[in-house]
């Protein structure tokens, strides 16, 4: 059992960006790669789990033994988190786009007599406050991401609570990290018990040490 240690168990992993149109051929996007998410839905497939990607676009292979649905916009994505529940854990990695365009045209947007256009943005669902929230049906074990510039774990504690999550992933993304695109990754995993700080790994590896700590914390569960 030690080397599938999430046999029997469900989970479902948010990935990538979301695209939210403008017009059927402009969109607004964010550096998301989607290396993170994809990267746990593979450990946690490769642990024994029974894992369902959901994913916004992105130029990464779909995980071997997992099955991927693929989105684009953030309501698209919610779509889909709810279709794949219930789960024993759900792991929110995405970067969703925090505003969509409120009318996105049915035409593509032309230059000229109207002027430069004026997109009115809303608030897109949080998706993972969405889950993390439910009455019912809550999975066991809620976990989000917070890509931060500055203040990682300060923010990181305020997300836990905010979003009403078990864990917080939180990355720093300057600039200067690299995080953003890169194979590495420095995270610090905030509980409602603490912050364990890891050191820089790949995305890889930092998928393996969330797996191994979910698993750890399920069976402690029971
Ligand atoms: O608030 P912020 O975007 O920094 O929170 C990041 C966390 O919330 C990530 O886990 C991300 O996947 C999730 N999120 C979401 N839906 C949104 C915005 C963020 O699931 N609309």
Redesign the pocket.
Known sequence: PAARPLAGMKMLV?SGPTHEPIDPVRYIANRSSGKQGHAIARAAAAAGAAVTLISGPVTLADPPCVTVVHVES?RDMLAAVEAALPVDVAV???A?A?WRVASAGAQKIKKGAAGTPQLDLVE?????ATVARRTSGRPPLVV????ETEHVVDNARK?LAR?GCDWIVANDVSAESGVMGGDRNTVHVVTRDGVDSWPIQSKEEVAQALVARMAATLKDRG
């Not at 989000?144 to 890509?147: E, Q, T």
């Open positions: 948010t953030a929110f990695a995405a969703v925090d897109n669902p949080d998706i993972l989000g991401f917070a890509a997300k979003k």
